[in-house]
């Protein structure tokens, strides 16, 4: 792989001990001291975290985060709501009671929380729902942070170019990114993958990606009401019913699906990634889609639909074929397939059929936490001074579902070149809890839907 270039001084503590020489041609070593950690850390420096969306997944990443070899410790925490940031704290400090050290003074409520915690950090954690993401990795890169951040990175293309943008800014700064598309540091996957691209199933003709289970919860208007003693604001309901409104989720396209379409991406690459962003990234060039609400259509069901079947067409031919449903009782399952001129493959099951038929071991099958590697490899990187961005395609994953529910929701066939350069933004101009939100509910409490071949979204 490419090293990252850097146009601006890289300084590790090894770096540091080097450049104190320099102190005598006249390099201030303070200043050096103050650059080292949010430049890179040593194995045996303490690695301060901060954790930006303190929910389920949120907790779970800084668990991990801790849980990494070497020194690290939690020292603040920030999320809109104070009761999601306590119950997590609590959490954290009953699994991790010397790790965890964040005062009252360190724990940060509301939309601006996010720029308090980074300041305080080397490392940080963003967990938010997926709408704040290109918002919260542009200033942790301008704060010159390292940064774990969950997918998907954007909900819109304006998101996804901010992202790509601000993952030019870390490579030039040599901060270290890691992106929760877990896959990518999971065993099966990595073997598979590995293979598929050594030409295991020959030319790749189609592929298939699903993501159909019976959907996620609901957190509702009456549930937030009670706990407030007040009917909420609509902003307060958005923020708390996240899951149901594009500005925050993208739809479950988004939120779910790109795991799978990201696989398929990953495939169609035919190498290894670069993380300097130097070689581009292979994309499909049209996408077309149909999809709707059958079962979701309660009135905290937001906007989204429950299923999207599209198929992304690339520039060799092939076609990938994806599906994604929110409904129960119906056929459930989570996979990705490669059919080619010389076998097929299922990527998560690791196996391949055809001319070159194999099966993974049971080790590479099994006992590997892929939530835990994705944090051990990037403190790794951080601790080491190894080149690690994987924004890049943590940007384009996501682009891969934005441009899919482009096609569902409008009903046309979509060019990635359009989708991707859409000036659509789907979020809020401002952010308070009194502030005007990008839908309404009507006088039933219900949301206006997409309707294909009416609704605009390129
Ligand atoms: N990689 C994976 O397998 C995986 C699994 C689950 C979730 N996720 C991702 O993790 C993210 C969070 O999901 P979750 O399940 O933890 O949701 P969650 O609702 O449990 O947590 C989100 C937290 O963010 C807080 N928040 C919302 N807006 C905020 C803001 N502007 N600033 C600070 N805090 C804010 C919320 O109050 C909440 O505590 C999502 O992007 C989701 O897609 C990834």
Not at 252 to 263: A, F
Request: charged letters at 25%; glycine letters at 10%.
């Amino acid at each position: 792989m490419t090293q990252p270039e850097a146009s601006h001084p890289t300084v590790t503590r090894r770096g540091f001990l080097k450049s104190s020489a320099a102190a005598a041609s006249g390099v201030a070593l303070a200043q050096l001291a103050t650059e080292r950690f949010a430049l890179g850390a040593s194995p045996g420096d303490t690695v301060k975290i901060a954790l930006i969306g303190c929910g389920g997944r949120g907790s779970g990443a800084a668990d991990q985060a801790l849980s990494t070899s070497g020194s690290t410790k939690l020292v603040a925490m920030a999320d809109a709501f104070k009761e999601r940031l306590d119950g997590s704290l609590n959490n954290l400090k009953g699994k991790h009671k010397d790790k965890v050290e964040v005062p009252d003074d360190k724990k940060f409520i509301g939309f601006d929380a996010y720029k308090q915690a980074i300041a305080l950090a080397d490392v940080v954690i963003l967990a938010t729902p997926p709408g704040f993401r290109s918002i919260h990795f542009e200033e942790a890169i301008r704060q010159g942070k390292h940064v774990f951040m969950e997918k998907p990175v954007a909900v819109d293309a304006p998101g996804v170019r901010r992202v790509i943008a601000a993952a030019e800014e870390a490579n030039k700064k040599n901060l270290k990114v890691g992106v929760g598309l877990q896959r990518h540091h999971q065993p099966i996957y990595l073997e598979t993958i590995k293979r598929l691209h050594g030409g295991a199933v020959g030319e790749i003709l189609g592929t298939r990606a699903f993501w159909n289970d019976a959907g996620v919860w609901v957190r509702g208007r009456a549930e937030l009401a009670q706990k407030l003693g007040r009917p909420p604001t609509e902003m307060e309901y958005q923020m708390y019913n996240w899951y149901y409104f594009v500005w925050l989720c993208g739809d479950h396209i988004c939120e779910q699906h790109i795991h799978n379409l990201d696989v398929i991406q990953w495939v169609m690459q035919g190498r290894p990634y670069d993380p300097s962003g130097k070689t581009p990234i292979v994309h499909p060039v049209k996408v077309r889609g149909m999809g709707g609400r059958q079962v979701r259509n309660g009135k905290d069901h937001g906007e989204i639909f429950d299923h999207h079947a599209c198929q992304y067409e690339y520039a060799d031919g092939s076609i990938m074929f994806s599906e994604c449903r929110h409904i129960p009782s119906a056929w459930s399952n989570v996979s990705e397939h490669v059919i080619g001129t010389k076998g097929r493959c299922n990527v998560g099951d690791g196996s391949i059929t055809g001319e070159n038929k194999w099966r993974a071991d049971r080790d590479v099958r099994q006992g590997h936490d892929p939530y835990q590697i994705e944090h051990n490899d990037l403190f790794d990187a951080i601790r080491n001074d190894k080149p690690y961005n994987e924004a890049y395609y943590g940007a384009y994953s996501s682009m891969m579902s934005i441009i899919g529910r482009m096609a569902t929701y409008s009903g046309k066939e979509i060019e990635w070149d359009k989708a991707f350069n859409s000036e659509i933004d789907v979020m809020p101009k401002t952010y308070a809890w009194d502030a005007p939100t990008p839908t309404n509910p009507d006088k039933d409490g219900l949301y206006s839907i997409a309707v294909p071949g009416k609704t605009v979204t390129v």
